[in-house]
T-cell receptor, first 114, second 116 residues
């Protein structure tokens, strides 16, 4: 029973196209995130939503638009894809507790832009 | 601003040897600290976390880490490496308060290789 799931796992597309990545969590968490892992494996946060409200937007190009239809889902839509968008995108979720925000990650979506 | 530095992008040990992966952090407020492991083509799995309850933290798979405020360090250790420990390891920090929503700031990662 997967806690945080993402679809698709692999995405190959051409420059200029528009694509979406979907994320769902069944942990009952209030907060969800998108992270980008580049080719050097460096991880950087992109967005965070809490109860469908955007709380973090880390100076990501406005070609990237997150959408949270409910607190269990956080999708990422990317317009006009560029070569530099090629990366692995991870969704994560968490619930604030006494131990802060312990985050659970999805398996990742490997996006390749050609 | 918070930051994390992992010393050594690649560490190689022999099976059965001590594993030591170094992490130093910078934070203006009391931090929460985490170690995550990433196996090839997989997501990140939480190994352990420091949340101020105890400075020596034990995690899964025999790993532990010690929070040293004076050294701003949170090094990860394991007494005896197994072949299955070969993976990428990430240290991360988040703020304990404020409205940052728990965002994680990651170090650059350390790739652990285990030789037979």
């Amino acid at each position: 029973d997967t806690a945080v799931s993402q679809t698709p796992k692999y995405l190959v597309t051409q420059m200029g196209n528009d694509k979406s990545i979907k994320c769902e969590q069944n942990l009952g968490h209030d907060t969800m995130y998108w992270y980008k892992q580049d080719s050097k494996k460096f991880l950087k946060i992109m967005f965070s939503y809490n109860n469908k409200e955007l709380i973090i937007n880390e100076t990501v190009p406005n070609r990237f638009s997150p959408k949270s239809p409910d607190k269990a889902h956080l999708n990422l839509h990317i317009n006009s894809l560029e070569l530099g968008d090629s990366a692995v995108y991870f969704c994560a979720s968490s619930q604030k507790g006494t131990g802060g925000y312990e985050q659970y990650f999805g398996p990742g979506t490997r996006l390749t832009v050609t | 601003a918070q930051s994390v530095t992992q010393l050594g992008s690649h560490v190689s040990v022999s099976e059965g040897a001590l594993v030591l992966l170094r992490c130093n952090y910078s934070s203006s407020v009391p931090p929460y600290l985490f170690w995550y492991v990433q196996y090839p083509n997989q997501g990140l799995q939480l190994l352990l976390k420091y949340t101020s309850a105890a400075t020596l933290v034990k995690g899964i798979n025999g790993f532990e880490a010690e929070f040293k405020k004076s050294e701003t360090s949170f090094h990860l250790t394991k007494p005896s490496a197994h072949m299955s420990d070969a993976a990428e390891y990430f240290c991360a920090v988040s703020e304990s308060g404020g409205n940052q929503g728990g965002k994680l700031i990651f170090g650059q990662g350390t790739e652990l290789s285990v030789k037979p």
